[in-house]
């Protein structure tokens, strides 16, 4: 049986993106090109518990982050299919599609006024929350996409996740991070900046964009960030730069096309 470690993504890796993707011997590169990678072939998990959060997503997200949030799975698992086929990569799909459909559950503008949490940890904090209970947490009715202990994360798959989101707008530059909060900050850039485009191949991202369209995403990002930067000045994207980030998310010139 594999180990929780590996299953749940909580392998290891270079937090920077730089080191893993050139300067690591471990991985090296496999491809000089991707290969285009339809969601035919990342399929959404079918799971009682991926159901349950994709309808607890689906009813707290604006259909920009929800569309957001799936482009980030199917891109990831592109990415992951491409340049990282290793064994201590082998986390579940499950796992990365929690993530995926969670990362940005902060950013609602209930929860961006809930806390005085940068929306990453609070997120993070709502996400093990959500993960770990049969039910929404804001409503007594079950989600109705499977009950029990079927629709309940196993503690360490729920704080592998928690994990991921919350380090996900955690771009060191030293240090390490789980491969599944590695998987999630790759294919949540590329989405947000155009960044790592040599990753994805350009049909890859016109099938994905025509599934789950942008609707002006770069614009709508740019606006919540400023937003929680407005709301707290304290906030960890500013990290990222309070008006580079923004403005580099606006210049994403690879996905402009897709607006």
């Known amino acids: 049986m594999s180990s929780p470690i590996t299953i749940y993504g909580l392998t290891a890796v270079p937090a920077s993106a730089t080191v893993l993707l050139t300067e690591t011997p471990a991985y090296p590169r496999l491809h000089a090109h991707p290969d285009p990678i339809p969601i035919t072939e990342t399929p959404i998990p079918t799971t009682a518990l991926a159901q349950r959060i994709n309808t607890y997503a689906q009813t707290h997200l604006p259909e920009e982050t929800y569309n957001h949030c799936l482009r980030v799975y199917h891109y990831g698992l592109a990415i992951k299919k491409h340049r990282f086929p290793f064994p201590d990569w082998a986390f579940t799909d499950e796992s990365y599609f929690l993530a995926c459909l969670l990362h940005d559950i902060g950013t609602t503008e209930t929860n961006l006024h809930a806390t005085r949490l940068s929306f990453e940890f609070f997120g993070g ?117 309070e008006e580079a980030f923004p403005a580099k998310v606006l210049g994403n010139t690879l996905m402009e096309p897709y607006e």
């Open 125 to 241: 904090i709502l996400a093990l929350r959500v993960l770990q209970q049969s039910q929404t947490i804001d409503d007594d009715s079950d989600s109705g996409n499977g009950s029990g202990s079927a629709a309940i994360a196993p503690q360490e798959q729920a704080e592998s996740v928690a994990e991921a989101i919350i380090r996900h707008q955690d771009l060191c530059q030293v240090g390490k991070i789980s491969a599944l909060g590695q998987l999630l900050q790759l294919a949540t850039i590329f989405d947000n900046t155009g960044s790592y485009a040599d990753l994805v191949h350009p049909d890859t991202i016109k099938d994905v964009c025509a599934h789950f369209p942008r609707h002006h995403w770069s614009g709508c990002f740019a606006a919540t960030i400023r937003r929680e930067n407005g709301l707290k000045p304290w906030a960890h994207t500013t990290a990222l730069g």
